[in-house]
Nanobody, 115 residues
Framework: QVQLVESGGGLVQPGGSLRLSCAVS????????MGWYRQAPGKERELVAH???????NYAESVKGRFTISRDNAKNTVYLQMNSLKPEDTAVYYC?????????WGQGTQVTVSS
């Protein structure tokens, strides 16, 4: 069974930084897409960034230049470095992995940007 465990969320002041981690356990295909999504209160879940096992990355326009997604394939772990955080980045952040027809989600970690 595939499980995703996120860590690294918390409260940070505007302009600060946080690093999210997501460890994926269980059997997954070597060819996969790992990503981060977020959902703010009253809004739909949206893609923040994703990265393929081949190294291709994609970012939402709102986070380009501030967030960096990376992965360690040997550890089946994906990271999200978030810099220059803004109050509008406040949301629950979810880790996701997709391969073949499978789609798995983490439990979510709260990120709050506030002074």
């Amino acid at each position: 069974q595939v499980q995703l465990v996120e860590s690294g969320g918390g409260l940070v002041q505007p302009g600060g930084s946080l690093r999210l981690s997501c460890a994926v356990s269980g059997s997954i295909f070597r060819s996969n897409v790992m990503g981060w999504y977020r959902q703010a209160p009253g809004k739909e879940r949206e893609l923040v960034a994703h990265t393929t096992s081949g190294g291709t990355t994609n970012y939402a326009e709102s986070v380009k230049g501030r967030f960096t997604i990376s992965r360690d394939n040997a550890k089946n772990t994906v990271y999200l470095q978030m810099n220059s955080l803004k109050p509008e980045d406040t949301a629950v952040y979810y880790c996701n992995v997709k391969f073949v027809m499978y789609d798995y989600w983490g439990q979510g970690t709260q990120v709050t940007v506030s002074s």
